[in-house]
């Protein structure tokens, strides 16, 4: 059965930065995301409008080199700047807008590569946030990962000018007033008649987000195989490299058709927390170490998406394992297609809750009101899960974090229940 809800999404974040800490105060984190999913009664979360905007998202080699040249689809209002912006890019059409900004979809010139070009408004504080966060966590990966979406590069425009951004750049003036204005909570880097725009370059994934790719096609227990093994593996190369994604949901995995077999990608890094100073490569020695020192890193910004969201989160005192409860809600519910429908923008989304009278609650909720309830994995008599599949849910989905895996064992028991199958 399909059930009418809504997924609120929010973010609050503790006083200060983000720092490993050894105690949090649980109840007033708790007061605090629940009056604001109560405030969010009224409407869906912003960022599922966001997300809306980054269904296409693919890499091309870019050149130094020319304007960007308006192509159809694209409104006049905004020529100037996205020609002034764009030396490398030829925008074909608007594919998506939202709350925070607007996707192109785009032709690199030299190489003919299609690409996605996300233009961001930098016109507050909490903008600018979620834009540097995305650019971070993006920009600090050495390497790619097939199931990672691949930043080509990222543009500031400001008063006419464009600047390529580069990663912990202290010498531009610009990046550090971007920094200053996320830092700040106050706009430092230009008065509001003037425009600020980040610009980001990234992979076009054609194939939409896995609540389309999976909902439209019949069940498939080999894509589904696939798709367990390639989330897993996205979630240990994020961990190995110090991120915690915080806002893992179907929305956020896009698909790339390509290849002719679908590969995920997961995206929309706005949340993500690039846990410096925690298992850097010259502190490290394998990538097993890397993954424990993440989760000794604790976090307290209450955020993500209601049905996704982990207990402790919900508390506001938690760590990368938040990551590995999300991937078991996205998993049990793409296995056995639980779905409801978001009550604003009256999309099916995959997702697993728990039944409190007339009502669903997210699985994190219930578990943070009743740690000893036991979850119905599988919900469906008559479903096809292995034993193997079910424990490894039950234990992606354990109340204490403690008790999941972390990314890394992830993979392994991954690799052997998806075998067995």
Known sequence: MVLLTKCNHFCFHGEGFEEPMETADGYNWRKRTRSARARNKQRTGARVDETSVLRCLSVGNTEEGHDMEEDTGVSKQDDLERRVMAPRYNLLREVGRGTYGVVYEAVARRSGAKVAVKK?????????????????????????????????????????????????????????????????????????????????????????????????????????SSFMLQLTSAVAFLHENNIVHRDLKPDNILISEKSGTPVLKVADFGLSKVCAGFGSTSESKEGEDK????????????????????????????????????????????????????????????????????DIVPVGEALLENPKMVLDIPQKRRSCMSDGVTKLLRDMLAVNPQDRPDAFQLQARMDQVTCAT
Request: charged share 25%.
């Open 120 to 224: 961001l408004r930098c016109d507050a504080p909490e903008n600018v946030e979620l834009a540097l966060q995305e650019f971070w966590a993006l920009a600090s990966l050495d390497k790619r990962h097939e199931n990672v979406v691949h930043l080509e590069e990222c543009v500031l425009q400001r008063n006419g000018m464009a600047q390529k951004m580069s990663h912990g750049n202290k010498r531009s003036k610009q990046y550090l007033c971007l920094v200053e204005t996320s830092l700040k909570g106050e706009r430092v880097l230009s008065p509001p008649e003037t425009p600020c725009y980040l610009w980001f370059v990234m992979e076009f994934c054609e194939g939409g987000d896995l609540n389309q790719f999976i909902l439209s096609r019949r069940p498939n227990p080999q894509t589904n």
């Open 291 to 358: 993954n424990k020192n993440i989760n000794k890193f604790w976090l307290s910004s209450a955020c993500g998406s209601d049905f996704y969201m982990a207990p402790e989160v919900w508390e506001g005192h938690y760590t990368a394992k938040a990551d590995i409860f999300a991937l078991g809600i996205i998993i049990w519910a793409m296995l056995e297609r639980i779905t409801f429908i978001d009550a604003e923008s009256k999309r099916e989304l995959l997702g697993t809750y728990v039944r409190q009278g007339a």
